[in-house]
Nanobody, 115 residues
Framework: QVHLVESGGGSVQPGGSLRLSCKASGLNFGIATMDWYRQPPGNQREMVANITSGHTTTYTDSVKDRFTISRDNVRRTVNLQMNNLRPEDTAVYYC?????????WGQGTQVTVSS
């Protein structure tokens, strides 16, 4: 069974930084595409960034040049470095992957950006 466990959320002032991590188990991590999604209050879940097994990255427009996704195949983790955070980045952030035709999600970690 695939398990994804996020960590690193919290509260920060606008312009601040946070680093999220997701520890994966139960899958061949090295070949998995890994994603970060977020769900702002009252809104639908949206993809923030993803990274393929070949380390190709994709970002939603609103976070380009501020967020960086990376992966460590030895530690089986995927990270999201978030800089210059804005109030509109406030959301629950989820780690996601698709394995053998099924979607797997972490439990989510809250990120709050407020002055």
């Amino acid at each position: 069974q695939v398990h994804l466990v996020e960590s690193g959320g919290g509260s920060v002032q606008p312009g601040g930084s946070l680093r999220l991590s997701c520890k994966a188990s139960g899958l061949n991590f090295g070949i998995a595409t890994m994603d970060w999604y977020r769900q702002p209050p009252g809104n639908q879940r949206e993809m923030v960034a993803n990274i393929t097994s070949g380390h190709t990255t994709t970002y939603t427009d609103s976070v380009k040049d501020r967020f960086t996704i990376s992966r460590d195949n030895v530690r089986r983790t995927v990270n999201l470095q978030m800089n210059n955070l804005r109030p509109e980045d406030t959301a629950v952030y989820y780690c996601h992957t698709r394995n053998r035709g099924r979607d797997f999600w972490g439990q989510g970690t809250q990120v709050t950006v407020s002055s």
